[in-house]
């Protein structure tokens, strides 16, 4: 049996996770590798201990599949492994971003390209495989108006600098 970790995690980041790694949806699980920056945040925030864990009951819970190499073997034959709250409260902000940067990167590409939002985020949500609801695209296009809000403001502030030095 594979070493298994369980973690919270809101539904939309179970899709994002399952993209990047490569893992089909049909599986149960994902599968981590250390290939990804995000599969060595998760190897590094495992907690190792020679009882059970007690943790509570999760909303939304994800299975993430460790690999098993030379170094870590014995470790996880031996004793019982986890993630405590405190890290995967971590590690929830760290996916977050990245999907985020994930999404800017995603509108910034489109948008050079001469397409409409609303193309934009039906394409993001289907390469993602996110579930295509009102919940999900409305997120999606919240993220990007922000985005742009962002850029707005550096443009007023670059242009007010370069008026009134």
């Given at each position: 049996?594979k070493?298994?970790?369980?973690?919270?995690?809101?539904?939309?980041?179970?899709?994002?996770?399952f993209?990047?790694?490569?893992?089909?949806r049909?599986?149960?699980?994902?599968?981590?590798?250390?290939?990804?920056?995000?599969?060595k945040?998760?190897?590094?925030?495992?907690?190792?201990?020679?009882?059970?864990?007690?943790?509570?009951?999760?909303?939304?819970?994800?299975?993430?599949?460790?690999?098993?190499?030379?170094?870590?073997?014995?470790?996880?034959?031996?004793?019982?492994?986890?993630?405590?709250?405190?890290?995967?409260?971590?590690?929830?902000?760290?996916?977050?971003?990245?999907?985020?940067?994930?999404?800017?990167?995603?509108?910034?590409?489109?948008?050079?390209?001469?397409?409409?939002?609303?193309?934009?985020?039906r394409?993001?949500?289907?390469?993602?495989?996110?579930?295509?609801?009102?919940?999900?695209?409305?997120?999606?296009?919240?993220?990007?108006?922000?985005?742009?809000?962002?850029?707005?403001?550096?443009?007023?502030?670059?242009?007010?600098?370069?008026?009134?030095?």
């Open positions: 049996m070493p298994q970790v369980i973690i919270e995690l809101p539904p939309h980041l179970h899709d994002y996770l993209h990047e790694f490569g893992t089909p049909s599986e149960e699980a994902i599968t981590v590798t250390a290939a990804n920056d995000l599969g945040l998760i190897q590094s925030m495992i907690t190792v201990s020679d009882r059970p864990p007690k943790q509570a009951i999760k909303e939304h819970p994800v299975t993430l599949v460790l690999p098993v190499q030379e170094w870590n073997h014995f470790i996880f034959q031996e004793n019982f492994i986890y993630i405590p709250e405190w890290k995967q409260r971590m590690l929830r902000e760290y996916i977050e971003a990245s999907y985020r940067i994930r999404i800017r990167e995603y509108f910034i590409a489109g948008y050079e390209k001469g397409y409409k939002q609303d193309r934009i985020i394409a993001f949500l289907y390469a993602y495989n996110i579930k295509n609801n009102a919940i999900n695209y409305d997120a999606v296009k919240k993220y990007d108006y922000r985005n742009r809000q962002r850029m707005v403001k550096e443009v007023d502030r670059d242009i007010q600098l370069s008026l009134f030095p």
